[in-house]
């Protein structure tokens, strides 16, 4: 894949591949191409060079709630939960009226959230973010691409979310594409990592391997390495 706004080039010659039922995480610094990526296989952003395929086929014609529709589920930087519904309300919006109340309860007690007659707008902001990672696996898709499902949490809810993603593929049957800074949620959540630098891939693997490879050090972990 490859993406450019104008004559900047954004993604290089980016190749990706989910395995089914597994937590692949994407990592690099800030501007490294993650977000864009995400938008890209997506169909938030239509214009790009390659190709995006599911188990089905590639899905390049397919506009962002045809891929959905499809299997290829995601949830956003910035929340975007509708604060006047209920969190049974919203796992049911989030499932086209497809997932039935036996399957919401299943949801909503794997990832520790309230009942479901609980306003949302009465939640706290990292339940709310745990809400909206709840409602992208509840209908079972193929994959769900994660841009950043940690960010406002504490350093126990975070933990114990990347532990919650460890067991998504085994209990819910579907991939994860998960983009996180964090490295220690990354240990804990994923089975493979990829390292985005400048638009590039300059790693995949395992994620142990992966993580202490000298040009991942050097490009983007730093010190972090060594904690």
Known sequence: MTVSFGPVPVLK?????IEPCQVH???GANGAGKSTLINAITGF?????????DQ????DDDPAWRRARRGVRRTFQQSRVIESLTVEEYLRLAGSGSVQRAEIETVRDFFG???GRVPIRLMDIGSRRILEVAAAV???PQVVLLDEPASSLGEEESRELAKRLAMVPRVFGCSVLLVEHDVNFVRIAADAVTVLD??????TGEVSTVLSDPLVVGAY???EIAE
């Not at 010659?13 to 591949?17: A, D, K």
């Not at 089905?56 to 899905?59: D, F, K, Q, W």
């Not at 400048?198 to 790693?203: C, Y």
């Open 13 to 17: 010659g980016v190749e990706l591949v």
């Open 25 to 27: 995480a994407l990592i």
């Open 45 to 53: 952003l239509p214009d790009y060079g390659g190709s995006v395929a």
């Open 56 to 59: 089905s086929g590639p899905v």
């Open 113 to 115: 959230l309230p009942d």
């Open 138 to 140: 509840a209908p079972r």
């Open 198 to 203: 400048h638009g590039r891939p300059i790693s």
């Open 221 to 223: 972990l730093g010190e």
